[in-house]
């Protein structure tokens, strides 16, 4: 399976929001209310930061939000944070217990 | 506090093998389906392969599918990943991750720091 579509970058300046597209298809993203978002800094672990397509874990702010429509999930963070600068990735279930993740994207905050 | 800790990492010749091994600790391993994901160097986050909390169901991606094997140990509290016939391409920070249903669903929740895993002559 091909990895899930994200753009490379995105770009914001503190307080704006942004909004980073993850297409798939109807195999994955489609057909899944498995889609989840990941944060990555800097030689850190990933951190789930959606999940279900709109869902927040304990402790992640909602400025985080996702949402889905069609193949293609979102995620958008509203109030740029300057700590909101890393790598984001998306995931969905893919169907047979698999997953599979986007490309990731690098937001900058300016 | 909630932790995995990844182990058996290193330097394999191309068609080597090696295991990976990751402990739990800080809550209950069991009723949760457990996950590898690796990332290249500089590249982004590939799933690897899951196992459910029985360890009945293990999936794995088409590019390790055949060479690698996870298991899991419930009375341990640990995961591990045998791999083999291993390739340059294998090269990568090799992740434990623990799913937030019984089965694998991509929700991951809990990340270990890595295990790093170079195949090269």
């Known amino acids: 399976q091909s990895a899930l579509t994200q753009p490379p970058s995105a770009s914001g300046s503190p307080g704006q929001s942004v909004t980073i597209s993850c297409t798939g298809t109807?195999?994955?993203?489609?057909?899944?209310?498995?889609v989840s978002w990941y944060q990555q800094h800097p030689g850190k672990a990933p951190k789930l930061m959606i999940f279900e397509v709109t869902e927040r874990p304990p402790g992640v702010p909602d400025r985080f939000s996702g949402s889905k429509s069609g193949n293609t999930a979102s995620l958008t963070v509203s109030g740029l944070q300057t700590e909101d600068e890393a790598h984001y990735y998306c995931?969905?279930?893919?169907?047979?217990?698999?997953?599979?993740f986007g490309g990731g994207t690098k937001l900058t905050v300016l | 506090e909630v932790q995995l800790l990844e182990s058996g990492g290193g330097l394999v010749q191309p068609g080597g093998s090696l295991r990976l091994s990751c402990a739990a600790s800080?809550?209950?391993?069991?009723?949760?389906?457990m996950n590898w994901v690796r990332q290249a160097p500089g590249k982004g986050l590939e799933w690897v392969s899951g196992?459910?909390?029985?360890?009945?169901?293990?999936n794995y991606a088409d590019s390790v599918r055949g060479r690698f094997t996870i298991s899991r140990d419930n009375s341990k509290n640990t995961l591990s990943l045998q791999m083999s016939s291993l390739r340059a391409e294998d090269t990568a920070l090799y992740y434990c991750?623990?799913?937030?249903?019984?089965?694998?669903?991509?929700?991951?929740?809990?990340w270990g720091q890595g295990t790093m895993v170079t195949v090269s002559s």
């Open positions: 995931s969905s279930y893919a169907g047979s217990t698999s997953v599979i």
């Open positions: 196992i459910s909390v029985s360890g009945a169901s293990t």
């Open positions: 991750a623990r799913d937030s249903y019984s089965n694998t669903r991509g929700s991951f929740a809990i």
């Open positions: 109807s195999g994955d993203v489609g057909n899944s209310n498995f």
């Open positions: 800080g809550f209950t391993f069991r009723p949760f389906a």
